[in-house]
């Protein structure tokens, strides 16, 4: 879905080294989350926003931080990469009605390998 | 804490065989309900949802999946596979306010 984007769509880094992945869309939805993917594990939540001011934890922060520099951006850095961070990576974003109800859209996906 | 059970890792199929993918979850309150698909290679796509009313839903390319509140559970299915439905499912649940919460994920292989 072109509308969230994802960037850079591989990476290949060794460990010890600082990385970002970066999410932008253009869907104007306040909501963004970050996710990785393992084989046999689905998708895990990483770090979620609701809104630029907005920072959440999910299941698996340890080791990743975000940044929220705009409604619609959202940074995703591994200060110190180690190679059990290898992982595809997901942007979302949501649209929400009154009754707090979501649709996530996701991006293309950042595949990552740390060695 | 809201969770999701697939209890199906790895389903083969042949072509026009009938399909049905399980999915449980664990959270006591009102919850949003979706499946989602990732095609060989591509993101994940909305199969369909459930928020209220009707507890049989309807999504895109002929699946369907019921929502039955006393199980907890909301299983996929459609009646005739084709070949291109080969896929990873994941269902997802969400309670009013919360992140979704993802399934490990059910791969699908349809032989032709």
């Known amino acids: 879905d072109a509308d969230v984007t994802q960037t850079p769509r591989n990476r290949i880094t060794k460990t010890g080294k600082r990385i970002m992945l970066e999410c932008s869309q253009t869907?104007?939805?306040?909501?963004m989350y970050w996710y990785r993917q393992d084989p046999g594990l689905g998708l895990q939540l990483i770090y979620y926003?609701?809104?630029?001011?907005?920072?959440n934890k999910g299941e698996i922060s340890d080791g990743y931080s975000v940044s929220r520099q705009a409604q619609a951006k959202f940074s995703l850095s591994l200060e110190s990469a180690i190679p059990n961070q290898t992982a595809l990576y997901f942007c979302?974003?949501?649209?929400?009605?009154?009754?707090?109800?979501?649709?996530?859209?996701f991006g293309p996906g950042t595949r990552l390998l740390v060695l | 804490a809201q969770s999701v059970s697939q209890h199906n890792h790895h389903v083969i199929l042949s072509e026009a065989a009938s399909l049905e993918l399980g999915c449980n979850y664990s959270?006591?309150?009102?919850?949003?309900l979706f499946w989602y698909v990732q095609y060989p290679g591509q993101h994940l796509q909305l199969l369909l949802k459930?928020?209220?009313?009707?507890?049989l839903v309807k999504g895109i390319k002929g699946f369907e999946a019921e929502f039955i509140k006393s199980k907890f559970s909301f299983n996929l299915r459609k009646p005739s596979v084709q070949w291109s439905d080969t896929a990873e499912y994941f269902c997802?649940?969400?309670?009013?306010?919360?992140?979704?919460?993802f399934g490990s994920g059910t791969r699908l292989q349809v032989q032709p």
């Open positions: 869907k104007g939805h306040d909501r």
């Open positions: 979302a974003t949501s649209d929400t009605s009154g009754q707090g109800l979501e649709t996530q859209y």
């Open positions: 997802a649940v969400n309670a009013l306010g919360r992140a979704l919460t």
């Open positions: 959270y006591g309150g009102t919850v949003n």
């Open positions: 926003s609701f809104d630029v001011k907005d920072i």
């Open positions: 459930y928020f209220s009313g009707d507890p």
